[in-house]
Each structure stands twice: as C-alpha cells, then as structure tokens.
C-alpha cells in the first residue's frame, strides 16, 4: 500500500503563503473527496486541519485551506506564522488498500 | 469534550504479544467509526486497523493482516488492538482515533495521547 507523495520539504518566510501537494491516483484522491490534513509538532498527537478536502474544524484558523485538482489535493497556509513548523500530512480514502485509508509521505514545513 | 486515553504499551520480545486499550469519553462510543493509526521512531503515519461503530466489520493494512486483531466494546466505551507475534517493525506510538459515523467524510478529528510499543529482545 504505497503512500501518497508528498515534497519532503517547504519552506517560506513569516507572512508568505506555501503550497503542499499530495498527489495521488484516480483511486484515492481523485477518486473521492475523502481528503484531510494534519498537522504534527514534536512528541505530539496529530491536529486536523481540513477534512472532505475543503472543510475546516471550527478551532483551525482560516490561515489554513484546501483544494484538489485530479488526483492532487493541496494545502495551503497563509500568514505563515513560526508556529506553523511542523510535520504536515495528507491522507484519503482509498480502494487500492485494505486498510480503506493511506497517509501521505509527510512534508517538513520550516518557517525561515 | 472528547477524551481518547490509550494504554497498555510497553516493552515485548519478538514473537510477544500485547493488548492496547483506548477509554473513550465525551461521545458516544457506538456512533462512531474507530481506529489505530501507527508512527515509527522518526517516520510517518500509517493506519493500522478500522472498525466499524457497531463492530461488524474491521479493515486491517497488509502488514498486520492475521497478527492484530482491533475491537471494540461500545457498553465499556472502549477500543481494543490485541497485536500477536510482533516483530521488530511494530515498534511505534500507536494512536486511537475516532473517525466520523460514516468513514468517508468528516475525517478524523481526535486523537487519543499515544502509546509507546517496543518489540526488541
């Protein structure tokens, strides 16, 4: 059950706005707006961010948002803020895997 | 306000065996889908094992198909993984997590604190 790709790395300066990419295939990601990201800091739990591709838990800050084009989702953090370091990432649904769900690769965010 | 709390981590032996358990509060239990989410010394997430609210049907990823076995006990507001003939590469934090009721949409909003497994002799 291969994982979906993600860039191993983005970086931005505070106030910049990054883009990260998950692709995947017609079998997950394009498949079905099943896609959520989460955000993880050292030693800590996982946070969601966006879950159905686009929807936003009501204690994340609008700064975070989402989208998906073909069988590439992305999210994209305005404002970046120091904070916002950390290990982001994407998963979804998939029929390719027993499991129902697969993670993406992971992206470390560094804010410069 | 929802708690997930895991416990039942610790050191094993290959071959060993271990019981995780996951007390839930501040929802009800039987609603929801549920599941184990893994993360390795330094790696990435991997989804373990779903189980659906009423129990009757469970997903397993390919590298603990037969070893690990996920249940749940909605009376006890509580999650199981019983994890047989561990190996080496099952040592990770093992996160519970409750989904929504349908495991398509609504993500997978809380996680529990995690819990340390480590298979070495």
């Known amino acids: 059950q291969s994982a979906l790709t993600q860039p191993a790395s983005v970086s931005g300066s505070p106030g910049q706005s990054i883009t990260i990419f998950c692709t995947g295939t017609s079998s997950d990601v394009g498949g079905y707006n099943s896609v959520s990201w989460f955000q993880q800091h050292p030693g800590k739990a996982p946070k969601l961010l966006i879950y159905d591709v686009t929807k936003r838990p009501s204690r994340i800050s609008n700064r975070f948002s989402g989208s998906k084009s073909g069988n590439t989702a992305s999210l994209t953090i305005s404002g970046l803020q120091a904070e916002d370091e950390a290990d982001y990432y994407c998963s979804s649904y998939t029929t390719t895997s027993t499991s129902l769900y697969v993670f993406g690769s992971g992206t470390t965010v560094t804010v410069l | 306000e929802v708690h997930l709390v895991e416990s039942g981590g610790g050191l094993v032996q290959p071959g060993g065996s271990l019981r995780l358990s996951c007390a839930a509060s501040g929802f009800t239990l039987s609603s929801y889908w549920m599941s184990w989410v893994r993360q390795a010394p330094g790696k990435g997430l991997e989804w373990v094992a779903h189980i659906k609210p009423d129990g009757s049907e469970k997903f397993y990823v390919d590298s603990v198909k037969g070893r690990f076995t996920i249940s749940r006990d909605n009376a006890k507001n509580s999650l199981y993984l019983r994890m047989d003939s561990l190996r080496a590469e099952d040592t990770a934090v093992y996160y519970c997590?409750?989904?929504?009721?349908?495991?398509?949409?609504?993500?997978?909003?809380?996680w529990g604190q995690g819990t340390l497994v480590s298979v070495s002799s």
């Open positions: 997590v409750r989904n929504g009721i349908v495991i398509t949409f609504g993500g997978a909003p809380y």
